[in-house]
């Protein structure tokens, strides 16, 4: 069975400084790949996906993120964080055959201190 | 927002009895799913269903039953709620054509 792995459990950083959030997956063959974020109290929205072509993809809100199959990863990524960033992050995979079930980590908090 | 809807939001409810949450959607959308979300374990399917009476079990679903009757309605039932199933419970659906999931609101049930 795939697993999805976020190293990070809870990330704090201070306003505009950089955000990388790792993500490893454990699938070898074809994947789609997701990025969610859920804010306080809200659902799940889509971040930003990876499906073919250009591993570095972007998504809503300048956030983007780089998909190297050699390490198994797909690390979400965003220059300059903002207070209103403050959310939980996860990644999530489909490996395409199965019904196409996600499987997700186990998320990262995100915390921006103004 | 994909059109889903889930009722009830929140529930409180007491060991032993039997618990239904809905899913509903608007869109004609073939595969919908329910996931449950608890800290530190991120979200976990415990059922889905590709098509009207056409279900299957995800990674946790002892303890838990679903019904699809209907294109637009997916059923979600603790048969004897227990207080391992306190959790927010989510539904989703795949939209035609793509990967990706479109969640629902959520349900907050807590189980006494």
């Known amino acids: 069975a795939q697993s999805v792995s976020q190293h990070n459990h809870h990330v704090i950083l201070s306003e505009a400084a950089s955000l990388e959030l790792g993500c490893n997956y454990s699938?070898?063959?074809?994947?789609?790949l997701f990025w969610y974020v859920q804010y306080p109290g809200q659902h799940l929205q889509l971040l930003l996906k990876?499906?073919?072509?250009?591993?570095l993809v972007k998504g809503i809100k300048g956030f983007e993120a780089e998909f190297i199959k050699s390490k198994f990863s797909f690390n979400l990524r965003k220059p300059s964080v903002q207070w209103s960033d403050t959310a939980e992050y996860f990644c999530?995979?489909?490996?395409?055959?199965?019904?196409?079930?996600?499987?997700f980590g186990k998320g990262t908090l995100l915390t921006v201190n103004p | 927002d994909a059109g889903i809807t889930q009722s009830p939001r929140h529930k409180v409810t007491e060991t032993g009895t039997p618990v239904t949450l809905r899913c509903h959607q608007t869109?004609?959308?073939?595969?919908m799913y329910w996931y449950r979300q608890d800290p530190g374990h991120g979200l976990r399917l415990i059922h889905y269903?590709?098509?009207?009476?056409?279900?299957d079990k995800g990674e946790v679903s002892d303890g838990y039953s679903v019904s699809r009757s209907k294109t637009e309605d997916f059923l979600l039932t603790l048969e004897s709620a227990t207080s391992s199933q306190t959790s927010v419970y989510f539904c989703?659906?795949?939209?035609?054509?793509?990967?990706?999931?479109?969640f629902g609101p959520g349900t907050r049930l807590t189980v006494t």
């Open positions: 989703a659906i795949r939209t035609s054509g793509s990967y990706e999931q479109y």
């Open positions: 699938y070898g063959g074809t994947v789609n």
């Open positions: 990876y499906f073919s072509g250009d591993p």
């Open positions: 999530a995979v489909n490996s395409g055959g199965s019904n196409y079930k996600l499987t």
């Open positions: 869109e004609n959308h073939r595969y």
């Open positions: 269903s590709y098509g009207v009476k056409d279900t």
